[in-house]
């Protein structure tokens, strides 16, 4: 058989026949093959959503003789990155046979459970709730996928009969209803009712097709959907403009940016009423059509449809009523404007609890929104981590593309909200989120640590990284900032940091950077001044220019950026914290030091005095002293090591063992140390301290606070 891609518009035709004939013969490395494929365009399926599968004869380790064994996507898991380790395989002729021991649905939950005794590869993933959907289907080769364009049509209102008509009849339609064991019989049904389809449309959900081969399910499954995004376009606009036609215009680029920057923070604080929330904005083309049109008031409060959209967006997003030549620099208009908008939401939420909960339904979730629409603006989405927020968007695209096209061929419906509530607050959903680890202690934060490519800001910077927290790493050299940002991508992957150049004596890029990070994260929790020089000089060799750049750096730019920092913190209106990295010089009289230790003692007395304003708004200001860092340090440079050495008559080779023998402890200090001591004032256990100093020196009596 012979395809070109020029075959297909809509999706992508990605077959190596050179790549799978290297894989002949082998059908679990071709579903894998197969299924890397499909995962890897995202017009065929969603992140995370649908599931693949085949069948093929193995040995039973127990009697040697061949058995059927089915080897199907588990639970969780991306088709795109889908390995041999993600498969659940499991024996045909069990599965089948659970049948006999199905009680009815009011008790498919329990056969969850006995797919365990199914098992024929005790290394499985755990199978998903959709195996059954695979299991009672005897084909080879099974895609079940979640393609916007099928969506459309299984949202549509004449779904059905628009599927009849567009397949010829060769694709079967079952009506809505939760993935399950008894799903899995009604596929069964349908097939055997109309025997010679190639696929089944779920209502509402999804899609399934399939082959006698890996190349067969794959290339029907792209043509199914090409089809079905085909019809969507070609009546496109005919039954009226896009979305009932424009209502209002978007605002030009820059200006949606700086909106959705200055906004960020207050709706963070909105929907962080109940635990920490971190932020995703995206102003994408799609979702500016959507949210600029005169249908968004009627679509938006219908909610989604596919069950995997509903289950990452909230059941429906809150739509706000702020204009775009709203004053945003009002915050407290703002707030209370926008507070009652936040209650009705909730309210809401907690209506559709209350109204469809059953006896045994687990208690009512966070009831903040999930994905906030600001009309000419963009989309916000707040969800536990930064991953978690962007899939989110993603998903909300999906569902605005599905409303797009079967509003162009027919009417969207979504699912009624009882259906919703099922999915949502099933049982099996909620035994999953419990066995989800423990979040750890920084999660949800937001950490802004100036000097953050290297030395002391960089080693803080990984620690809180690797608490959970959200990090925006900066620099005021490109070129260190940008090998910082390889490494952190490396090690924490893109979600989990933002790299902006600072200069921190510039007001314009310090809000560049504040604004960057509420972009990015939603806004800050917690600002670590951190960037620093010094110069050692006897007082007669002190130039005015070394004295204002130290003031510079270290004192205006700890006021600067703590400032602009407390003004975000502020519209969150959730506390925060403020650490400075002081010095032991900020104590401790010794020579050669007139610009930096006096310097380092303003820091320390501007961090008390902010410490006692700023109380009341539960930001916490607290101080970090270390001594003597020397690995990796700017500080190190442009002679200061040299100054020191010769301040203590001792050799630059020297100073590491001097510094530690002067200390009580005898120790050298790290970065690692005064990144643990930051760890130590934010993650939990010194919530009631504030105007603190912490040494971190090895112990010097002299530098003791008195
Ligand atoms: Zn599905």
Request: charged share 25%; net charge neutral.
């Amino acid at each position: 058989m012979s395809v070109t891609t020029t075959k297909f518009k809509h999706v992508s035709y990605l077959w190596d026949e050179k790549k799978a004939a290297e894989l002949a013969g082998d059908e679990v490395a071709l579903l894998i093959y197969r299924s890397n494929l499909l995962g890897a365009d995202l017009r065929l399926t969603n992140y995370g959503g649908g599931n693949t599968s085949c069948k093929a004869m193995a040995k039973d380790p127990l009697t040697g003789k061949d058995t059927e064994v089915m080897w199907v996507k588990g639970s969780g898991g991306d088709l795109g990155t889908l390995k041999r380790s993600g498969l659940a395989a499991l024996y045909v002729d069990r599965l089948l046979a659970l049948k006999n021991v199905y009680r009815g649905i009011d008790h498919e939950d329990e056969m969850v459970e006995l797919f365990n005794h199914c098992i024929y590869d005790l290394s499985s993933k755990a199978p998903s709730i959709d195996t059954p959907l695979h299991g009672f289907l005897p084909f080879a080769h099974i895609d079940h996928l979640h393609p916007d364009a099928a969506i459309a049509i299984a949202a549509a209102k004449d779904g059905k009969k628009i599927t009849q008509e567009l397949f010829g009849g060769k694709i079967g339609w079952v009506e809505w209803q939760r993935p399950g064991f008894d799903l899995g019989l009604k596929l069964r049904q349908c097939l055997d009712e109309n025997p010679g389809i190639r696929g089944i449309m779920l209502g509402s959900h999804g899609l399934f097709t399939w082959g006698n081969t890996a190349y067969e399910s794959y290339i029907n499954t792209l043509e199914v959907i090409e089809r079905c995004a085909q019809y969507l376009e070609e009546n496109l606009g005919k039954r009226g403009p896009v979305f009932g036609g424009e209502k209002l215009k978007a605002l030009p680029g820059a200006e949606r940016l700086s909106r959705a920057a200055a906004l960020a923070p207050v709706l963070r604080g909105f929907c962080s009423s109940k635990v920490k929330m971190i932020g995703h904005f995206t102003d994408d083309a799609r979702v500016l059509e959507f949210i600029d049109s005169n249908d968004l008031s009627r679509l938006a409060p219908m909610g989604t449809s596919c069950p995997d959209h509903f289950l990452r967006t909230k059941i429906s997003p809150l739509v706000l009523d702020l204009g775009v030549a709203d004053d945003l620099s009002d915050v407290k208009g703002v707030k209370e404007r926008l507070a009652p908008q936040f209650e009705a939401y909730r309210e809401m939420y907690a209506q559709y609890y209350a109204s469809c909960k059953h006896p045994n339904s687990p208690a009512m979730r966070d009831p903040n929104p999930v994905v906030i629409l600001y009309p000419g603006v963009g989309m916000f989405t707040f969800s536990k981590d930064k991953q978690t927020a962007r899939v989110a968007a993603e998903f909300y695209i999906n569902a605005i593309n599905v409303m797009k096209g079967s509003e162009a061929v027919s009417s969207y419906t979504s699912l009624p909200r009882q259906e919703a509530f099922n999915i949502e607050y099933w049982l099996l959903e909620e035994a999953k989120l419990q066995r989800m680890p423990k979040p750890k202690a920084l999660s949800g934060r937001i950490a802004l640590v100036t000097g953050s490519a290297g030395g002391i800001g960089k080693a803080i910077a990984k620690k809180f990284a690797d608490e959970g927290a959200c990090v925006v790493i900066n620099d005021n050299d490109e070129q260190r900032l940008e090998a910082a940002r390889k490494e952190f991508a490396g090690a924490y992957g893109k979600d989990a940091f933002a790299g902006e150049v600072l200069d921190v004596t510039s007001p314009s890029r310090i809000r560049a950077v504040y604004d960057a990070a509420a972009l990015a994260f939603g806004g800050v929790d917690i600002v670590v001044n951190c960037a620093g020089l010094s110069i050692s000089k006897p007082l007669q060799d002190h130039t005015e220019k070394d004295w204002d750049i130290l003031y510079d750096v270290l004192v205006k730019g700890q006021f600067l950026v703590t400032q602009a920092g407390v003004e975000v913190m502020r519209k969150q209106d959730i506390g925060g914290d403020v650490l400075n990295i002081v010095s032991k010089n900020a104590l401790v009289s010794g020579p050669n030091n007139a610009a930096y230790g006096s310097a380092k003692a303003a820091q320390l007395h501007l961090s008390r005095l902010n410490a006692a304003e700023l109380g009341g708004d539960r930001i916490r200001v607290n101080v970090v002293n270390p001594d003597a860092v020397i690995s990796d340090s700017k500080i190190w440079e442009s002679g200061w090591a040299e100054g020191r050495a010769k301040a203590y008559g001792v050799s630059v080779a020297e100073l590491p063992a001097y510094y530690a023998k002067r200390t009580l402890l005898n120790e050298i200090i790290l970065p690692e140390d005064i990144a643990n001591a930051c760890y130590v004032l934010v993650g939990g256990l010194m919530n009631k301290s504030t105007g603190n100093v912490l040494n971190v020196d090895g112990g010097v009596a002299m530098a003791f606070v008195r």
